[in-house]
């Protein structure tokens, strides 16, 4: 199948390389030339514009960092929308707010393009592996046109209901997510403080009730989990201001529906402090360096 791919970042890079990998041909757009040079390494046709991307395209998905990104290669006069062909179908797996998703949704459909909003969890580590979770906001035929595409990337593939849905399971997710971080931060470095071996707390709290992905998978402390960002000087993972900008996603859709959500605002507030100090490049586990205040 011909794809037409935007977004070569983290994320979008190794899920435009599997995509490769499983037999799809891809023509590809970036604003970085050193992803669009690994890109065509690889096999992939380098596109001039979002526009030129896609216009052969069967398929198109993108993978952006935030809502005016998304904005922008699909309604600019160079975007998605100029190029591709009426019927093609889209997948958006960019994080951004539901009502964003459904304006996009609206100016596709208007040109006869069926639109899905599907974002993913598995972090970088999911993506390289093809190992992702789709959380799919589409039709219910349109979501199964779209599954043995997205196999492609990922394992599971959950419909979660009508366009928006899908970013609304995963603003939920990621609020969870960086709450959870902190927490198991806090405890890793308060047991480090108190004297036990971190290695030995890391191996107690993943066979106990505290065990959750960011304690077995992605721990924060340095040196426990040899593949985590935290062993690698908190690099190549999931960036803290994009944590930020998640977090940022579910709490003004909280106001939006006058739904507190108390840890959620105070992990916000944590993150806006770790941005604040030049940390927000570095992996969302390196929270922990607002425990300590020097490297670990």
Not at 47 to 67: G, Q, W, Y
Not at 92 to 110: F, N, R, Y
């Amino acid at each position: 199948m011909d794809i037409g791919f935007i977004g070569l970042g983290n994320m979008g890079g190794p899920m435009a390389a599997n995509l490769m990998k499983a037999g799809h041909s891809l023509t590809v757009f970036d604003l970085s030339k050193t992803a669009l040079q690994v890109a065509s390494d690889a096999g992939a046709r380098v596109a001039k514009s979002p526009r030129d991307a896609v216009e052969n395209s069967e398929v198109v998905i993108t993978m952006l960092p935030a809502a005016a990104h998304v904005m922008a290669v699909y309604l600019n006069d160079d975007g998605v929308l100029a190029g591709v062909r009426p019927g093609v179908p889209m997948i958006d797996s960019s994080t951004i707010d539901p009502a964003t998703a459904k304006l996009i949704a609206e100016a596709a459909g208007k040109q006869g393009n069926p639109f899905a909003d599907a974002p993913v969890s598995g972090g970088t580590g999911g993506a390289q592996a093809g190992t992702l979770t789709f959380m799919v906001g589409a039709d219910e035929a349109l979501f199964e046109t779209l599954k043995p595409v997205l196999a492609g990337m990922g394992k599971n593939m959950v419909h979660c209901g009508e366009t928006g849905t899908g970013q609304i399971a995963k603003i939920c997710n990621n609020l969870l997510l960086g709450i959870s971080m902190i927490g198991v931060a806090e405890s890793m470095k308060l047991g480090a403080s108190l004297g036990i071996d971190p290695n030995k707390l890391a191996s107690i709290i993943n066979t106990s009730t505290g065990r959750c992905w960011s304690a077995d998978t992605c721990n924060p402390y340095p040196n426990v989990l040899p593949n985590a960002p935290s062993s690698r000087g908190y690099t190549g993972g999931f960036g803290a201001d994009l944590m930020l900008k998640d977090l940022g996603l579910a709490v003004d859709a909280a106001r939006q529906v006058k739904q507190p959500i108390m840890l959620g605002a105070l992990a916000q507030q944590l993150y806006q402090t770790m941005s604040m100090q030049g940390l927000g490049g570095l992996d969302f586990s390196a929270i922990i360096k607002l425990y300590s205040g020097k490297e670990d």
